[in-house]
């Protein structure tokens, strides 16, 4: 390739090495999907609500998992046992629902934080929740909590930003439920005994997230919230029926990764590109050629016999003692063209061959060399001293 050319390719380089490094050293936008994780450190994430809890409040009496309700039926434990979901939107199936009720009967406590509750549950408490939007003034910007627990009103109102997603509870059983706090005069946290245990229902599951709970004054107002819960163990539940979590895991990764996701969209769009230029572009059906035969063989016959039936047998014997001389200067370093006895021992001990027989090969190349002309028996018994020697060499 031409300088030109080289410089046209280090000029792409460079200039994509800098893509890549402006790509890496750009900030990543944040993440503002509602995960509720406890291993997401996003802002609507609970990783650091969860290391609150198993660090220092709850110490070594809180646990993660991922079963399904009907795995802790029979359970012995049940109550000493509360079951903690936290969720945007709540809905287990009528089978799930029942499973958790029956838990519940048995003594089981059952705190369920979400935006909205579906199913057979809200059915059974004649639960609902709405968004409540504050109208209010530009001067007061936050929204204010509160408990109806004396014990718990120190201090008395807890403020959370006004963007604050707040959902309040518009309907429920008044003869069973008990409310436990407000925000905005709104009701948000109910209590409600069932059996020997009790359910708990809060609607606003984004006070425990990461960007209200790092480095918030407000943040006590969660930690009250689980001060209800009497049981010595709580187990943070992220079972949710009817998904897929690893796939939809792998899907909001992907998703989520502005990098892995522009990869993912050329790559459709090259192989959709591909698709089309290789219906167009078709190789044609390519032929098959024999390989080149190897006639060395047919060709040194050929020669041989054009020298055979020319009867010069004295030019046949010259070529094949000076390619046996040939040989001797290349493998055993000797000149053979006025060998000497001490040379013919040499070469014996070399070649392992009995002196009797290299005599005859130089004997037969004497008397042909002192003839006018070579008859066909001589050439064949120099041909055959020859061969012999090539044959049982031991070099």
């Given at each position: 390739?031409s ?10 380089l ?45 110490k ?57 509750i ?44 006004k ?77 949710a ?8 895991a792998?899907?909001q ?6 990098s ?15 698709m ?10 390519i ?60 070469l ?21 060399q ?22 049982h060499?031991?070099?």
């Open positions: 390739m300088k030109k050319t080289n410089l046209y390719y280090l000029l792409l460079t200039l994509f090495m800098a893509l890549v490094w402006l790509e890496y050293r750009s900030p990543k936008p944040i993440n503002w999907s509602k995960t509720y994780g406890t291993k997401d450190k996003i802002p609507f994430g609970c990783n650091a609500f969860y290391r609150i809890l198993n660090e220092d409040v709850l070594g009496n809180i646990k993660t998992e991922n079963k399904k309700i009907s795995e802790y039926i029979h359970s012995d434990s049940l109550k000493t046992t509360a079951l903690f979901f936290l969720h945007h939107d709540f809905y287990f199936n009528p089978t799930e629902s029942k499973n958790l009720l029956s838990l519940a009967r048995q003594g089981a406590s059952v705190f369920i934080a979400a935006c909205t579906n199913g057979l549950l809200a059915d059974t408490f004649s639960i609902s929740t709405q968004r409540y939007y504050s109208f209010q003034t530009d001067s007061v910007k936050k929204k204010r909590f509160s408990f109806f627990n004396p014990q718990l009103q120190i201090p008395l109102y807890h403020y959370y930003p963007e604050f997603d707040l959902y309040s509870f518009v309907s429920f059983d008044t003869s069973k439920a008990v409310l436990l706090a407000e925000a905005d005069k709104k009701p948000v946290f109910l209590k409600i005994n069932y059996g020997e245990g009790a359910f708990y229902f809060l609607s606003t599951p984004d006070i425990y997230c990461n960007y209200f709970i790092v480095n918030k004054a407000e943040r006590t107002f969660a930690y009250k919230t689980l001060s209800y819960l009497k049981n010595k163990t709580l187990v943070w539940n992220e079972y029926p009817g998904t897929s979590e690893k796939k939809i792998l899907l990764f992907l998703l989520d990764n502005p892995l996701y522009a990869a993912y969209v050329t790559a459709i769009i090259a192989l959709v590109l591909f089309v230029f290789a219906l167009k572009r078709r190789q044609r059906a032929a098959i050629i024999e390989p080149v035969t190897n006639t060395t063989m047919q060709f040194v016959e050929v020669i041989g016999n054009v020298y055979y039936n020319s009867k010069n047998h004295r030019f046949i014997a010259e070529e094949k003692i000076q390619s046996f001389y040939h040989f001797l200067r290349q493998k055993f370093s000797i000149n053979a063209t006025n060998i000497s006895a001490t040379e013919i021992q040499r014996s001990k070399l070649s392992e061959i009995p002196e009797k027989n290299i005599n005859d090969i130089f004997n037969s190349i004497q008397k042909i002192e003839q006018k002309n070579t008859s066909e028996k001589d050439l064949i018994q120099l041909n055959e001293h020859i061969a012999y020697f090539y044959k060499n031991k070099r």
